[in-house]
C-alpha cells in the first residue's frame, strides 16, 4: 500500500522555495519534510533555535535539498519581515508560506486569564497576519504563490475548554478567505488545511493524553487519528498545479470528525 506522499511525482516541487512557521516539530515539520522531498528549498521558522537546527540538519540529509532554521516570533511583525527576507536574500524569493505556528492548552473559560487568551489569538491570528503582511511583497512577484494557513475544525461547534484556541482558528479562516479575495489579482492563493486529530503530535498529546484517544477515536468515522503525512500529503495537493484554481477553501482532513453527530451510545453497522 503506498503512503500518502507516494502519489506524487519526484521532484514536483522542484525549484520552488517555502517558509514554514512552526516548521521545527510535528504537522509542519512533516509539511517541511514532504515539500524538501518533493524538491522544494525550505526555512523552518519557529523561536527555538536549537530546535530549528537539528531539524534542518535532519531534513537535510533526508532529502538532500538546502533546509535552514531562522528563529523568530510570529507575534514580532519586525522578526518574522527579518525572517522572511533572509529566506528571499538565500534563495532569491519566496513561493509559499505556510502558516502553522500555534499554542494551545486546555482550559475552562472561567478560569482562562485575560493573559492566556490573548496569547494563544496573538500567536495562531495575529502571527498569521503578521507573517502573511510581511510575505505579500515577495509572494507576488513569483507570479504562482500560496499561503497556506494551518487551523483546526475546533470552531466549527462549540468545544470545551478551547475558546482561545476556537476563536483563533475562526479569525484564521477568516483571513484565509480575505485575502484569497484581496490577493487573488496578485497570483497569491490563500488556502487552509483544517486538521483532525492528528497522532503523535504536541498538539494531541496536550490535547487528548492517553486516556482520552479511545474515547476520541470513537467519535472519528475513520476510526483512529489522522497521519502526519497525510496533512502533508494536502498541503502539496494545495500546493501543486492540480489546485490552481482552488483559492479561499480551508480543506478539512479530520476523517470525518467534524461532520459526524455523536451516536448517543447507538451501534450499527
Ligand atoms: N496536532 C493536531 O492534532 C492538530 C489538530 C488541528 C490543528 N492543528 C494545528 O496544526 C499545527 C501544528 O500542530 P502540532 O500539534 O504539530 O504542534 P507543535 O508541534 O506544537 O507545533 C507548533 C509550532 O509552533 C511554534 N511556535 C509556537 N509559538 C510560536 C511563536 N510565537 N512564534 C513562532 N513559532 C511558534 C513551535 O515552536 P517553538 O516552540 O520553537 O516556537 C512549534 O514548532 C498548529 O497550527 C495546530 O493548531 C494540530
Not at 95 to 105: E, R, S
Request: net charge neutral; aromatic share 6%.
Amino acid at each position: 500500500m503506498p503512503g500518502p506522499l507516494d502519489v506524487f511525482r519526484d521532484n514536483a516541487l522542484a525549484g520552488h522555495v517555502a517558509l514554514i512557521t512552526g516548521g521545527g516539530t510535528g504537522i509542519c515539520r512533516g509539511i517541511a519534510a514532504a515539500y524538501a522531498r518533493l524538491g522544494a528549498d525550505v526555512c523552518i521558522v519557529s523561536r527555538k533555535q536549537d530546535v530549528l537546527d537539528i531539524a534542518a540538519k535532519e531534513l537535510s540529509a533526508q532529502t538532500g535539498r538546502t533546509v535552514i532554521g531562522i528563529a523568530a516570533d510570529v507575534r514580532d511583525p519586525e522578526a518574522i519581515t527579518r525572517a522572511i527576507a533572509a529566506t528571499v536574500e538565500r534563495f532569491g524569493k519566496l513561493d509559499t508560506l505556510v502558516n502553522g505556528a500555534a499554542g494551545n492548552f486546555l482550559a475552562p473559560a472561567a478560569a482562562l486569564s485575560p493573559n492566556g487568551f490573548k496569547t494563544v489569538i496573538d500567536i495562531d491570528l495575529n502571527g498569521t497576519f503578521n507573517a502573511s503582511r510581511a510575505a505579500f511583497e515577495h509572494l507576488s512577484k513569483t507570479g504562482d504563490s500560496l499561503i497556506l494557513n494551518i487551523s483546526a475544525t475546533l470552531h466549527y461547534h462549540g468545544t470545551p475548554l478551547q475558546v482561545h484556541a476556537s476563536a483563533a482558528k475562526a479569525g484564521v479562516d477568516a483571513v484565509t478567505k480575505n485575502l484569497a479575495v484581496e490577493w487573488g489579482r496578485f497570483k497569491i492563493r490563500v488556502c487552509g488545511i483544517a486538521p483532525g486529530p492528528i497522532a503523535e503530535t504536541e498538539g494531541m498529546k496536550r490535547l487528548a493524553p492517553g486516556e482520552l484517544t479511545d474515547k476520541m477515536t470513537a467519535g472519528i468515522p475513520a476510526a483512529r487519528f489522522g497521519t502526519i503525512d497525510e496533512i502533508a500529503a494536502a498541503a502539496v495537493y494545495l500546493r501543486s498545479p492540480a489546485a490552481a484554481y482552488v483559492t479561499g477553501h480551508v480543506l478539512v482532513v479530520d476523517g470525518g470528525h467534524c461532520v459526524a453527530t455523536p451516536a448517543l451510545g447507538m451501534s450499527f453497522s
